[in-house]
Protein backbone atom coordinates (compact mmCIF):
# COMPACT_ATOMS: atom_id res chain seq x y z
CA UNK A 1 0.00 0.00 0.00
CA UNK A 2 2.64 2.20 1.08
CA UNK A 3 4.84 1.21 -2.56
CA UNK A 4 1.13 2.28 -4.44
CA UNK A 5 0.91 5.73 -2.30
CA UNK A 6 4.86 6.37 -2.89
CA UNK A 7 3.75 5.52 -6.53
CA UNK A 8 0.61 7.99 -7.17
CA UNK A 9 2.73 10.88 -5.24
CA UNK A 10 5.26 10.56 -7.84
CA UNK A 11 3.04 10.85 -10.63
CA UNK A 12 1.09 13.74 -9.22
CA UNK A 13 3.94 15.75 -8.63
CA UNK A 14 5.18 14.90 -12.29
CA UNK A 15 2.47 15.89 -13.74
CA UNK A 16 2.21 19.18 -16.08
CA UNK A 17 1.24 22.07 -13.58
CA UNK A 18 2.91 19.99 -10.80
CA UNK A 19 6.04 23.15 -10.28
CA UNK A 20 2.79 24.92 -9.95
CA UNK A 21 1.32 23.12 -7.29
CA UNK A 22 4.70 22.86 -5.46
CA UNK A 23 5.26 26.88 -5.20
CA UNK A 24 1.61 27.54 -4.36
CA UNK A 25 1.42 28.83 -8.00
CA UNK A 26 -2.21 29.47 -9.94
CA UNK A 27 -2.89 26.61 -12.50
CA UNK A 28 -6.21 25.42 -14.10
CA UNK A 29 -7.86 21.42 -14.55
CA UNK A 30 -10.60 21.24 -17.32
CA UNK A 31 -12.43 17.97 -16.67
CA UNK A 32 -14.71 17.22 -19.99
CA UNK A 33 -16.28 14.23 -18.13
CA UNK A 34 -17.16 16.90 -15.23
CA UNK A 35 -17.67 19.84 -17.80
CA UNK A 36 -15.74 22.08 -14.79
CA UNK A 37 -13.22 23.83 -14.58
CA UNK A 38 -11.04 23.62 -11.57
CA UNK A 39 -8.89 26.80 -10.36
CA UNK A 40 -5.80 25.83 -8.16
CA UNK A 41 -3.43 27.71 -6.43
CA UNK A 42 -0.84 25.13 -5.67
CA UNK A 43 -2.78 21.94 -5.10
CA UNK A 44 -6.39 23.83 -3.31
CA UNK A 45 -8.71 24.41 -5.73
CA UNK A 46 -10.33 28.14 -5.00
CA UNK A 47 -12.45 28.01 -7.49
CA UNK A 48 -14.61 25.22 -9.75
CA UNK A 49 -16.75 26.83 -12.73
CA UNK A 50 -19.32 24.90 -15.30
CA UNK A 51 -18.25 25.05 -18.71
CA UNK A 52 -19.35 23.94 -21.86
CA UNK A 53 -16.80 21.61 -24.11
CA UNK A 54 -16.70 20.32 -27.54
CA UNK A 55 -19.46 18.27 -28.71
CA UNK A 56 -19.64 14.77 -30.37
CA UNK A 57 -17.14 15.32 -33.72
CA UNK A 58 -15.53 18.23 -32.42
CA UNK A 59 -13.98 17.20 -29.11
CA UNK A 60 -12.07 19.38 -26.47
CA UNK A 61 -8.63 18.16 -27.22
CA UNK A 62 -6.79 16.55 -24.08
CA UNK A 63 -3.48 17.50 -23.24
CA UNK A 64 -1.25 19.94 -21.55
CA UNK A 65 -0.32 23.97 -21.89
CA UNK A 66 -0.17 26.91 -20.42
CA UNK A 67 -2.07 30.49 -21.07
CA UNK A 68 0.17 33.20 -22.57
CA UNK A 69 -2.50 35.40 -23.55
CA UNK A 70 -5.68 37.13 -22.19
CA UNK A 71 -8.00 39.09 -24.99
CA UNK A 72 -10.77 41.52 -22.90
CA UNK A 73 -13.66 42.07 -25.48
CA UNK A 74 -12.03 39.68 -28.55
CA UNK A 75 -13.10 39.81 -31.81
CA UNK A 76 -14.11 36.22 -34.18
CA UNK A 77 -12.04 35.16 -36.50
CA UNK A 78 -14.04 31.82 -37.95
CA UNK A 79 -11.20 28.41 -37.75
CA UNK A 80 -10.78 27.13 -41.20
CA UNK A 81 -12.96 24.20 -40.63
CA UNK A 82 -15.65 22.80 -42.20
CA UNK A 83 -18.42 24.00 -39.40
CA UNK A 84 -17.22 27.44 -40.09
CA UNK A 85 -17.28 27.39 -43.72
CA UNK A 86 -19.14 30.58 -44.75
CA UNK A 87 -18.59 32.67 -41.78
CA UNK A 88 -16.88 36.06 -41.26
CA UNK A 89 -14.91 37.93 -38.64
CA UNK A 90 -17.15 39.26 -35.90
CA UNK A 91 -15.78 42.58 -33.95
CA UNK A 92 -15.48 42.78 -30.58
CA UNK A 93 -19.28 43.82 -29.05
CA UNK A 94 -21.01 42.01 -32.05
CA UNK A 95 -24.75 40.45 -30.89
CA UNK A 96 -23.09 37.56 -33.10
CA UNK A 97 -19.52 37.41 -31.59
CA UNK A 98 -19.39 33.79 -29.87
CA UNK A 99 -16.31 34.80 -27.71
CA UNK A 100 -18.06 36.52 -24.88
CA UNK A 101 -16.30 39.48 -23.10
CA UNK A 102 -12.68 37.54 -22.22
CA UNK A 103 -10.66 35.22 -24.07
CA UNK A 104 -7.99 33.18 -22.37
CA UNK A 105 -5.89 31.84 -25.15
CA UNK A 106 -3.19 28.32 -24.25
CA UNK A 107 -3.77 26.14 -28.23
CA UNK A 108 -5.56 28.59 -30.64
CA UNK A 109 -7.92 27.91 -31.77
CA UNK A 110 -8.63 26.66 -28.32
CA UNK A 111 -9.25 29.17 -26.10
CA UNK A 112 -11.58 29.55 -22.73
CA UNK A 113 -14.12 32.20 -23.68
CA UNK A 114 -17.03 33.84 -22.22
CA UNK A 115 -20.58 33.26 -23.33
CA UNK A 116 -24.19 34.57 -22.84
CA UNK A 117 -25.82 31.16 -23.87
CA UNK A 118 -25.84 30.16 -20.22
CA UNK A 119 -27.72 27.32 -20.86
CA UNK A 120 -25.09 25.43 -23.12
CA UNK A 121 -22.74 25.40 -19.66
CA UNK A 122 -22.19 21.80 -18.29
CA UNK A 123 -23.14 20.43 -21.97
CA UNK A 124 -21.02 19.34 -24.72
CA UNK A 125 -21.81 22.11 -26.95
CA UNK A 126 -18.95 23.74 -28.40
CA UNK A 127 -16.95 23.08 -31.53
CA UNK A 128 -13.78 22.37 -29.57
CA UNK A 129 -13.07 25.35 -26.99
CA UNK A 130 -14.19 26.14 -23.57
CA UNK A 131 -17.39 28.00 -23.03
CA UNK A 132 -17.93 29.84 -19.60
CA UNK A 133 -20.21 32.55 -18.32
CA UNK A 134 -19.12 35.59 -19.17
CA UNK A 135 -18.79 36.93 -15.58
CA UNK A 136 -16.91 33.93 -14.50
CA UNK A 137 -14.46 34.49 -17.72
CA UNK A 138 -13.55 38.04 -16.63
CA UNK A 139 -12.52 36.56 -12.74
CA UNK A 140 -10.66 33.92 -14.75
CA UNK A 141 -8.93 37.03 -16.93
CA UNK A 142 -8.07 39.07 -13.98
CA UNK A 143 -6.66 36.53 -12.22
CA UNK A 144 -4.69 35.11 -15.07
CA UNK A 145 -3.38 39.06 -15.68
CA UNK A 146 -2.66 39.53 -12.12
CA UNK A 147 -0.43 35.81 -11.50
CA UNK A 148 1.24 36.38 -15.49
CA UNK A 149 2.74 39.81 -14.31
CA UNK A 150 0.46 41.71 -16.84
CA UNK A 151 -1.91 43.39 -14.23
CA UNK A 152 -1.65 46.92 -14.68
CA UNK A 153 -4.33 48.08 -11.76
CA UNK A 154 -8.43 47.97 -11.28
CA UNK A 155 -8.75 51.38 -13.25
CA UNK A 156 -6.69 50.10 -16.31
CA UNK A 157 -9.68 46.65 -16.22
CA UNK A 158 -12.24 48.64 -15.88
CA UNK A 159 -11.52 51.28 -18.46
CA UNK A 160 -10.91 47.90 -21.07
CA UNK A 161 -14.20 46.62 -19.73
CA UNK A 162 -15.83 50.00 -20.21
CA UNK A 163 -15.13 49.64 -23.76
CA UNK A 164 -16.86 46.56 -25.29
CA UNK A 165 -16.34 47.48 -29.16
CA UNK A 166 -12.42 47.57 -28.61
CA UNK A 167 -10.44 44.69 -28.48
CA UNK A 168 -7.65 44.40 -25.90
CA UNK A 169 -4.73 41.54 -26.41
CA UNK A 170 -2.39 41.17 -23.33
CA UNK A 171 0.35 38.59 -23.72
CA UNK A 172 1.28 36.75 -20.28
CA UNK A 173 4.70 37.89 -18.55
CA UNK A 174 4.33 34.45 -16.95
CA UNK A 175 2.70 31.58 -18.11
CA UNK A 176 -0.03 30.03 -16.72
CA UNK A 177 -0.43 25.79 -16.49
CA UNK A 178 -3.56 25.00 -18.23
CA UNK A 179 -4.67 20.55 -18.43
CA UNK A 180 -7.75 19.20 -20.04
CA UNK A 181 -8.06 15.56 -18.57
CA UNK A 182 -11.10 13.05 -19.01
Do not use: C
Request: charged share 25%.
Amino acid sequence: MRMLLALLAAAVLAAPGAAAARDGGLSLTVDRSERKVYVYRGDRAIRVHDVAVGKAGHATPLGTWEFHQVDINPDWTPPDSDWARGSSWTPPGHPDNPMGRARLIFNRPYTIHGTDVRDSLGKAASHGSIRIANADAIALAELLLKEGGAWRGRDWFERMLDRPTEMFEIPLERKIPIRVVE
